[in-house]
């Protein structure tokens, strides 16, 4: 709702990964380079791990609009635990290989047949596996195995894994592991964003949507949304997203710390207990931000908490109040027959449009 206050075409901070919205920052632009490496090598493991919303899928999807599909044949899945046998038979499907029936000695036959046929057309093939680190060690060594099917003396199959810190760890940590190690030929560790990149990464999202400087930013509103988000790309899309909506009820052509700030404590308020202490002021997750507060759950045994009551049940009539005032902002926005008031770009964010 927000987007059309704003005369926007979209939703520059949907939590859902768009590659559209690709930005390089630094240690993105890293990734980028050691898959590139990795990629020309043409064979053996490239590993790619992050936290989470550190933007592993957004960089995984920016690699499938760049690479050459002339020449890669990509697969890619998401990892759910999958068992190693449950792993090859989605790897044979995906090579269009019916796997009912199928031993696993016929399965990996039918699946190095399948890896021929991809290399007969001029391909190589590209497997690319997310959310590496829910894969069991049974799961990774059949990965390994597949790794070494030739032709030619060239590898059929390369593979992406991206997951977790935790997959770092057990790929360093577990002797069973350590054939495995040896193929890896690039690795990365997406970092969270620098504060410096916070201004331009808000400004791309919001330019790739149409935004013309209405609102526009002051400039100490980076280091608040970089002190409520500490660099992670999904805490501070959630973050903005906020501050929009509340710019946007509030009828606001500038936004400033103060704004960044308060809309930071109502997130931290939301979920106070769940709320994520990083030293650098970070909101809570977007998994727990997700989950609903009921204030009938909450025990009534001492003072204390009885004056936690009567806040969470005035923060609910706030929002109440914020809703109405939304659908009476939608009721206007619809009913009104007059043009939008044009708005000249102030101070600060509004000359990174101008530039671009």
């Known amino acids: 709702m927000y987007d059309e206050h704003y005369g926007l075409t979209g939703r520059p901070f949907q939590l859902t990964p768009d590659p559209k919205f690709w930005f390089e920052t630094a240690t993105h632009r890293k990734a980028m380079a050691y898959l590139g490496y990795g990629l020309a090598q043409g064979e053996g493991f490239i590993v790619i791990t992050g936290d989470i ?77 997310d959310e590496a680190q829910a894969l069991p060690v049974s799961a990774l060594e059949e990965l390994r195995m597949l790794s070494n099917f030739q032709a030619g003396g060239h590898a059929l199959l390369q593979i992406v894994l991206l997951g977790q810190p935790e997959f770092r760890d057990r790929l360093h940590g577990l002797d069973r592991l350590e054939q495995l190690r040896q193929r890896v030929i690039a690795i990365h560790h997406l970092d969270p964003m620098e504060e410096h990149e916070v201004s331009d990464y808000l400004a791309h999202r919001l330019t790739v949507v149409g935004w013309t400087g209405n609102p526009d930013f002051a400039d100490d509103a980076f280091a608040a949304f970089y002190a409520g988000s500490a660099g992670v790309p999904r805490r501070l899309n959630l973050l903005a997203g906020r501050v929009m909506l509340h710019a946007a009820i509030e009828d606001l052509r500038v936004i400033d710390a103060a704004v960044v700030r308060s809309v930071q404590r109502d997130l931290e308020g939301d979920l106070p207990t769940l709320a994520t202490d990083t030293g650098k002021g970070a909101t809570a997750s977007v998994e727990t931000l997700a989950q609903p507060v009921s204030v009938a759950d909450t025990p009534r045994t001492d003072p204390a908490t009885e004056e936690r009551i009567a806040a969470l049940e005035a923060r609910v009539e706030l929002q109440d109040e914020a809703l109405r005032r939304v659908l009476t902002l939608l009721v206007d926005w619809v009913e009104s027959e007059d043009a939008k008031p044009a708005y000249a770009p102030i101070r600060g964010v509004s000359a990174w449009h101008d530039a671009a």
């Not at 957004?58 to 609009?65: A, E, F, I, N, Q």
């Not at 792993?87 to 036959?109: M, S």
């Open 53 to 129: 919303g550190a933007g592993k899928t957004t960089l995984v999807g920016h690699l499938m609009d760049t690479i050459d599909h002339q020449r890669l044949n990509a697969i890619r899945l998401v990892s759910t635990a999958i068992e190693a046998d449950d792993l090859l038979r989605i790897v044979a499907t995906e090579l269009h290989i019916d796997p009912a029936g199928l031993t696993k000695a016929e399965l990996l036959t039918a699946i190095e047949r399948g890896l021929h046929a991809v290399a007969r057309t001029g391909k190589r093939t590209l497997l690319i596996v």
